[in-house]
C-alpha cells in the first residue's frame, strides 16, 4: 500500500512538472548575441545557420548583422530577416535596410529591413532615415550609424 507521504510527494512533483511538460521540452529561444529573448518581440526576429548547422536566432537584424561580421558568425548559411511590412521571413540578402530611422527596434535605433527598394526609400523620407542599404552595404560604420542618431 502506498503510503500518504509517497502519494503527497507524487502530487507536489505533478503539480511542479505539469507546467513544464505541458510547454514542450524547448526553452524559448534567446538572441545568439545580446540574450534577448527573440520571441518577445518576432516582428524583429532575425536568424541563420551556424558554420556547425545549428539553427542561431536574433531579436533584431542589428544583432544578427553585429553577430555575421563578429569571429563567432564566420561561416555562417541563410541568414534571414523579418521584413518589415509583411512580417515574413525573408532572406536577409534580398531586402534593403533603411538606417537611422525614427522606428526603433526591441534595443533601440535598428536596421529596418524592406522588401524592395522603393518601398525602402519611402520609408526612409518618411521615418527621417539616414539612408537605405544593400545586404553587403551593411558594415560595422553602419551599424555604428544607428548610436550616432
Not at 47 to 73: E, I, K, M, N, Y
Request: net charge neutral; charged share 25%.
Amino acid at each position: 500500500m502506498i503510503s500518504r507521504r509517497a502519494l503527497l510527494l507524487s502530487a507536489i512533483a505533478a503539480l511542479v512538472l505539469a507546467p513544464s511538460a505541458a510547454c514542450g521540452s524547448k526553452a524559448r529561444p534567446r538572441c545568439e548575441r545580446c540574450g534577448m529573448f527573440t520571441d518577445a518581440q518576432p516582428r524583429w526576429s532575425a536568424g541563420a545557420v551556424a558554420a556547425g548547422g545549428r539553427d542561431v536566432h536574433f531579436d533584431a537584424p542589428r544583432c544578427l548583422f553585429a553577430w555575421l561580421q563578429s569571429t563567432a558568425g564566420r561561416g555562417a548559411e541563410a541568414p534571414w530577416v523579418t521584413e518589415y511590412y509583411s512580417q515574413r521571413k525573408r532572406p536577409a540578402a534580398f531586402v534593403w535596410y533603411v538606417v537611422g530611422s525614427d522606428v526603433t527596434g526591441p534595443m533601440g535605433p535598428d536596421l529596418v529591413p524592406i522588401g524592395d527598394e522603393p518601398s525602402a526609400e519611402r520609408f526612409r523620407e518618411e521615418h527621417n532615415g539616414r539612408a537605405v542599404l544593400r545586404y553587403d552595404a551593411v558594415d560595422a560604420a553602419a551599424l555604428e550609424q544607428l548610436d550616432a542618431r
